[in-house]
């Protein structure tokens, strides 16, 4: 998670508050505060089941004074984002290699795919 805010520097983050499948209020608010450090939150994936009986105002607490605005959004609101800077993505590894450098099927293989 902390690569994330090294490479992309989100201003927003949507991050599971449940607990149960996934991390609770604290730990996404030490995943937040800490590692992607976003200026805004949306936290979702929570009181649907009571196994996953959380709350977004455990994870405002959790955050403490941190300076992160949380989205607490019930079901059925929309927001609307505008991009503030140009969105760059990271290439997939294999993309920045030669074309030579890319594995190669063995010829035999192909050899024994081939009809007789």
Same mark, same amino acid.
């Given at each position: /998670?902390?690569?994330? +805010?090294?490479?992309? *520097? ?12 996934? /991390?609770?209020? @604290?730990? !996404? $608010?030490?995943?937040?505060? @800490? ?6 939150? &949306?936290? /979702? ?7 996953? +009986?959380?709350?977004?105002? @455990?994870? #405002?607490? $959790?955050?403490? +004074? $941190?300076?992160? #605005?949380?989205?607490? /959004? *019930?079901?059925?609101? !929309?927001?609307?984002?505008? !991009?503030?800077?140009? &969105?760059?993505? !990271? ?9 030579? $450098? ?6 035999? *293989? ?7």
């Amino acid at each position: /998670m902390a690569l994330i +805010n090294k490479f992309y *520097k989100p201003d927003l983050a949507l991050v599971c508050i449940g607990g149960h499948f996934t /991390m609770d209020p @604290e730990h !996404a $608010a030490y995943a937040v505060r @800490e590692l992607i450090r976003p200026k805004q939150v &949306i936290p /979702m994936h929570y009181g649907t089941y009571p196994v996953i +009986n959380r709350t977004p105002a @455990e994870f #405002k607490a $959790a955050l403490g +004074n $941190a300076p992160i #605005k949380v989205l607490d /959004m *019930k079901p059925g609101d !929309a927001l609307k984002f505008r !991009a503030t800077r140009r &969105i760059t993505r !990271a290439r997939p590894p294999c993309a920045s290699r030669p074309q030579s $450098a890319r594995h190669q099927p063995d010829s035999q *293989k192909d050899a024994s795919r081939r009809a007789p």
